[in-house]
């Protein structure tokens, strides 16, 4: 999918690099055309640009979530639904996390798994429907593929808010809200491929897995590829040798197969890249069976899911991530939901306090997931006025 925010670029990269253009012209009486690579003063340049980024990235949350708002609505009913389970840990993640802060209202949750099926997916939003539901809390999926019944739910008088997802017009359309930002996804892929760049020696030639059902994950390959042409443009050595495509459905059974086939065809790559953790893991699989992890590359992917934290931590094939802010995701849909039933507007990702964070062996968890360095769900219940009894620990969700 096709967006104006999948085409944003990232304005500190850009004002960086048009700084070392500035700074080739007043060296050399000219700065380079466009599409031409440039010269050892560009790229060192560049290159010293990518620290603050990196460390951006990785910094320790702070952030907050909003400090006003309505009161909690009592009496109402809503239907969460993520993308499928386990194969696609992340939005799961977001959804139990949404259903805590439902919970904590005390609303009425209807949980609904479709399991990865388009057909169940629409059938999920028919059954909010035909249970008058007042909610609908979506995770990972994108509108265009619900559309009509997202409709037809907001004929209903149902409000929809969505996350990790792509809304029919990229951040705006038939959701009635959308967090995080599709530009938040785009600014994870440029960072991630700084960092990948930076750990390989300053050489990034990389090979993609991608499943491009997902918009979000669409953007944050957009930010990578945005990487790429700046490092190109900068003279540095970085290019993609190969996209292969795959879809949700075949994580478990034809993924391992494909990565070690697409591996094998473009042997000199040394990063391997992956649009979501779920399905790296899968394809580190393949890889070592095929004997491809031992040639000094690497994998990056993004969510920071349970086994590929572990890799990491343990020195393994995956080397980054871009950690989801699952717990502050679940609970600002839920927060705008809140708003809206109530009259009042939903708030943007960033205006929610959402951010992920890049984690590598120096910064990851010492176990289990990441959900976000902070538990803020104290925060929203204050804002809400409620006391939730015996409240699940933050690293469970």
């Given at each position: 999918?096709?967006?104006?925010?999948?085409?944003?670029?990232?304005?500190?990269?850009?004002?960086?690099?048009?700084?070392?253009?500035?700074?080739?012209?007043?060296?050399?009486?000219?700065?380079?055309?466009?599409?031409?690579?440039?010269?050892?003063?560009?790229?060192?340049?560049?290159?010293?640009?990518?620290?603050?980024?990196?460390?951006?990235?990785?910094?320790?949350?702070?952030?907050?979530?909003?400090?006003?708002?309505?009161?909690?609505?009592?009496?109402?009913?809503?239907?969460?639904?993520?993308?499928?389970?386990?194969?696609?840990?992340?939005?799961?993640?977001?959804?139990?996390?949404?259903?805590?802060?439902?919970?904590?209202?005390?609303?009425?949750?209807?949980?609904?798994?479709?399991?990865?099926?388009?057909?169940?997916?629409?059938?999920?939003?028919?059954?909010?429907?035909?249970?008058?539901?007042?909610?609908?809390?979506?995770?990972?999926?994108?509108?265009?593929?619900?559309?009509?019944?997202?409709?037809?739910?907001?004929?209903?008088?149902?409000?929809?808010?969505?996350?990790?997802?792509?809304?029919t017009d990229g951040e705006k359309g038939i959701y009635d809200s959308l967090v995080p930002s599709l530009k938040s996804g785009s600014d994870n892929g440029y960072a991630l491929a700084a960092e990948a760049y930076t750990m390989q020696g300053k050489k990034l030639h990389d090979v993609q897995l991608m499943d491009n059902e997902f918009g979000y994950v669409?953007?944050?390959?957009?930010?990578?590829?945005?990487?790429?042409?700046?490092?190109?443009?900068?003279?540095?050595?970085?290019?993609?040798?190969?996209?292969?495509?795959?879809?949700?459905?075949?994580?478990?059974?034809?993924?391992?197969?494909?990565?070690?086939?697409?591996?094998?065809?473009?042997?000199?790559?040394?990063?391997?890249?992956?649009?979501?953790?779920?399905?790296?893991?899968?394809?580190?699989?393949?890889?070592?069976?095929?004997?491809?992890?031992?040639?000094?590359?690497?994998?990056?992917?993004?969510?920071?899911?349970?086994?590929?934290?572990?890799?990491?931590?343990?020195?393994?094939?995956?080397?980054?991530?871009?950690?989801?802010?699952?717990?502050?995701?679940?609970?600002?849909?839920?927060?705008?939901?809140?708003?809206?039933?109530?009259?009042?507007?939903?708030?943007?990702?960033?205006?929610?306090?959402?951010?992920?964070?890049?984690?590598?062996?120096?910064?990851?968890?010492?176990?289990?997931?990441?959900?976000?360095?902070?538990?803020?769900?104290?925060?929203?219940?204050?804002?809400?006025?409620?006391?939730?009894?015996?409240?699940?620990?933050?690293?469970?969700?």
């Open positions: 999918m096709t967006t104006k925010s999948h085409a944003r670029r990232s304005a500190f990269a850009v004002t960086l690099l048009a700084g070392a253009l500035v700074l080739t012209a007043c060296s050399t009486g000219s700065a380079p055309s466009a599409g031409t690579s440039g010269n050892a003063a560009t790229l060192k340049t560049f290159n010293a640009s990518l620290p603050a980024i990196i460390s951006g990235a990785s910094k320790t949350q702070t952030q907050l979530p909003p400090t006003t708002g309505p009161k909690g609505a009592t009496g109402k009913k809503i239907v969460i639904i993520p993308p499928a389970g386990a194969a696609t840990e992340g939005g799961y993640r977001v959804a139990l996390a949404a259903q805590d802060a439902a919970k904590a209202l005390g609303w009425q949750v209807t949980f609904i798994n479709p399991e990865g099926d388009p057909t169940k997916m629409n059938a999920a939003v028919q059954q909010a429907i035909a249970i008058k539901a007042d909610a609908i809390a979506i995770s990972s999926i994108d509108a265009a593929v619900i559309a009509n019944s997202i409709k037809q739910a907001k004929t209903a008088g149902i409000k929809v808010v969505a996350a990790v997802a792509a809304n669409v953007a944050r390959q957009d930010g990578w590829k945005k990487f790429i042409s700046d490092c190109q443009a900068a003279g540095g050595d970085c290019k993609t040798l190969n996209t292969t495509n795959f879809l949700a459905a075949d994580i478990t059974t034809k993924l391992p197969g494909l990565a070690a086939q697409t591996l094998q065809s473009n042997p000199k790559f040394n990063v391997l890249w992956a649009g979501f953790d779920s399905g790296l893991d899968f394809m580190i699989q393949g890889a070592q069976q095929a004997g491809l992890t031992k040639n000094g590359s690497i994998a990056v992917g993004f969510d920071g899911n349970t086994p590929n934290l572990q890799k990491i931590r343990e020195g393994g094939y995956e080397k980054a991530t871009v950690g989801l802010s699952t717990l502050a995701i679940g609970y600002a849909m839920v927060d705008n939901l809140n708003r809206l039933l109530q009259g009042q507007p939903a708030l943007s990702g960033e205006d929610q306090g959402i951010a992920n964070k890049l984690l590598t062996k120096e910064n990851v968890p010492a176990t289990g997931s990441w959900w976000g360095d902070q538990d803020i769900r104290k925060h929203y219940w204050s804002v809400w006025g409620v006391t939730p009894s015996n409240p699940a620990p933050a690293s469970d969700l």
